[in-house]
Antibody, heavy 121, light 107 residues
Framework: QVQLQESGPGLVKPSQTLSLTCTVSGGSISSGSHRWSWIRQPAGKALEWIGRISSSGSTNYNPPLESRVTVSVDTSKNQFSLKLSSVTAADAAVYFC?????????????WGPGTLVTVSS | DIQLTQSPSFLSASVGDRVTITCRASQGIGTSLAWYQQKAGKAPKVLIYDASTLQSGVPSRFSGGGSGTEFTLTISSLQPEDFATYYCQQLSTYPITFGQGTRLETK
């Protein structure tokens, strides 16, 4: 059974960079059959897709965030990471990582439990 | 961007009821749609992908339908564990987008 776990600071200062890591267990991140994504959810609000990466490093990002987002993969550690620069209060949210599988489009079939990120000085 | 509008946003129902949630896309997406269930404080769980394919392990009381711009998620007989928030997600076109959610509450 694949498991994902987010880790990283729960508190980030405004204008700084948010950095999170997702560690995958029970399966290889090098599998070409899957993509690895980040999704966030502000308190009481809907889900927002941030971006995804393949095991080869190919990325796709949500355009409103694209100038501030970097998703990377470390196959040796079976991890992928999210960096979001110049954060503001609007970036406070629960951040989820997920494995995506292809049907008629990539959907999230396994998710991490999520990690709360607060933006405050 | 493709906008997804779910209706209703809130739904009150009782155990044993049949309920249907609708997701409308602002442009056609074929069958590139997934449905998720999210309970408070938990990660979303996929129920349906490709608009109508039941994810492995999901009870058969859940079903999905539709194509193009209109989609449905139906729960044939509500169980106590089904009270949660439900989201649709379009998988067709970047940026990937979610609906605003439907909160299913006990009547």
């Amino acid at each position: 059974q694949v498991q994902l776990q987010e880790s990283g600071p729960g508190l980030v200062k405004p204008s700084q960079t948010l950095s999170l890591t997702c560690t995958v267990s029970g399966g290889s991140i090098s599998s070409g059959s899957h993509r690895w994504s980040w999704i966030r959810q502000p308190a009481g609000k809907a889900l927002e897709w941030i971006g995804r990466i393949s095991s080869s490093g190919s990325t796709n990002y949500n355009p409103p965030l694209e100038s501030r987002v970097t998703v990377s993969v470390d196959t040796s550690k079976n991890q992928f990471s999210l960096k979001l620069s110049s954060v503001t209060a609007a970036d406070a949210a629960v951040y989820f990582c997920a494995r995506e599988t292809y049907g008629n489009g990539w959907y999230g079939d396994f998710w991490g439990p999520g990690t709360l990120v607060t933006v405050s000085s | 961007d493709i906008q997804l509008t779910q209706s209703p946003s809130f739904l009150s129902a009782s155990v044993g009821d049949r309920v249907t949630i609708t997701c409308r896309a602002s442009q056609g997406i074929g069958t590139s749609l997934a449905w998720y269930q999210q309970k408070a404080g938990k990660a979303p769980k996929v129920l349906i992908y490709d608009a109508s394919t039941l994810q492995s392990g999901v009870p058969s009381r859940f079903s999905g339908g539709g194509s193009g711009t209109e989609f449905t998620l139906t729960i044939s007989s509500l169980q106590p564990e089904d009270f949660a928030t439900y989201y649709c997600q379009q998988l067709s076109t970047y940026p990937i987008t979610f609906g605003q959610g439907t909160r299913l509450e006990t009547k």
